[in-house]
C-alpha cells in the first residue's frame, strides 16, 4: 500500500509540472511575459526565429537593436546588445548561428549564439532610407531576404551572400517584413527539411503568408490578423511541435498558433511585454 501512494503521489506531482506551462498561456487575454534579473524591457521586437530543437526564440529590436534570447512562453532569458538597426533574424540549422539584416545600412551579417560576431556585415542591396531589408530566413543552404518597400524585393542569396536570383513583390500592398522557412513536420518521413516555402507576414496588410519560393506573388494567404495584432514584423516556425510563433512591433505581443493545419491556424496563447 505504502509503494502505491508513493506512485500515485509521484505521477500528481509529474502531472502539475506538465501542466503549468498550459496554465501559464490559459486565458483570452493574454499572459504578461517576465524579465531575467538584469535585462530591460523589450520594445519595438521586429523579426522573429526558433532554434533547430525548438525550445527556444530569438528576436531583435528596430528600437534598439538588440539581439533578445526567449523561452517559448515568450519569457526574456537574454540580451545581446549589437550595433545597428536590426530588423530581422534568422537561425541557422546547419551552424547552429544566426542571421541578422540591418535595415539602415542594408546588410547581413552572422552572429554566434551570444551575440558576438561571426562574419562581417555584407551588404547586399543599395540604400533604401525607411523601406529596407526587414526579413531573412536561412533554409538549409539557401538564404533569403526581404526588402520591406519602394519596392518590395525578393531576393535569395547564396552562402557567401552573394545574389543567386531576385524578384519584385506586389501582393501585400507594398509591404513585407518578416520570413520563415516552412518545414516538414516531425512524424513526416522527411522532418525538419525545408518545403520550399516560406512563411511571410505584412504589417500593412496585418496578414500572414504561405508562398513558394519559385512563385511568390502567388502567395496564399493563410491568415487575415484583424484586431489580435497591429503591425505583426517577425514569423517564426517550430516543426518539432508543429507550432506558429508571431510578434508585433506596436503592441510589444507575442502569438502562438497551431499550425497542425497549415491552411487552418488556431490561436494558442498570446504574451505581451
Not at 506551462?21 to 487575454?29: D, H, Q, R, V, Y
Not at 540580451?79 to 537561425?91: F, H, I, K, N, T
Request: glycine share 10%.
Amino acid at each position: 500500500m505504502a509503494n502505491l501512494l508513493g506512485s500515485l503521489q509521484k505521477l500528481t506531482a509529474l502531472t502539475l509540472v506538465a501542466a503549468l506551462p498550459l496554465m501559464a498561456g490559459c486565458g483570452s487575454s493574454g499572459s504578461s511575459a517576465t524579465n531575467p534579473s538584469g535585462s530591460s524591457a523589450m520594445t519595438e521586437p521586429s523579426g522573429l526565429t526558433v532554434s533547430s530543437d525548438g525550445t527556444t526564440l530569438w528576436t531583435v529590436s528596430d528600437n534598439n537593436g538588440d539581439l533578445y534570447k526567449l523561452d517559448t512562453q515568450g519569457n526574456i532569458l537574454d540580451r545581446y546588445g549589437l550595433a545597428g538597426d536590426s530588423e530581422g533574424v534568422s537561425y541557422d540549422f546547419t551552424s547552429e548561428t544566426l542571421w541578422v539584416v540591418n535595415e539602415s545600412n542594408q546588410t547581413v551579417r552572422n552572429y554566434n549564439l551570444d551575440g558576438t560576431a561571426a562574419g562581417s556585415a555584407e551588404e547586399v542591396l543599395p540604400a533604401n532610407g525607411n523601406g529596407g531589408l526587414e526579413g531573412i530566413a536561412v533554409c538549409d543552404d539557401r538564404i533569403f531576404v526581404v526588402q520591406e518597400k519602394d519596392p518590395g524585393l525578393f531576393l535569395e542569396l547564396g552562402r557567401n551572400l552573394a545574389e543567386v536570383s531576385r524578384e519584385e513583390l506586389d501582393f501585400s500592398g507594398n509591404d513585407y517584413s518578416g520570413l520563415a522557412c516552412d518545414r516538414y513536420p516531425a512524424g513526416h518521413a522527411n522532418a525538419g527539411e525545408f518545403t520550399d516555402k516560406l512563411w511571410i507576414v505584412s504589417h500593412k496588410a496585418n496578414a500572414l503568408y504561405l508562398a513558394d519560393v519559385s512563385a511568390m506573388n502567388s502567395a496564399d494567404k493563410v491568415l487575415d490578423f484583424a484586431t489580435a495584432f497591429e503591425q505583426v514584423e517577425g514569423v517564426a516556425y517550430d516543426y518539432n511541435n508543429e507550432l506558429l510563433y508571431v510578434i508585433d512591433d506596436a503592441r510589444n505581443k507575442l502569438g502562438v498558433y497551431d499550425a497542425s493545419d497549415k491552411a487552418n491556424l488556431t490561436a494558442i496563447r498570446f504574451h505581451n511585454y
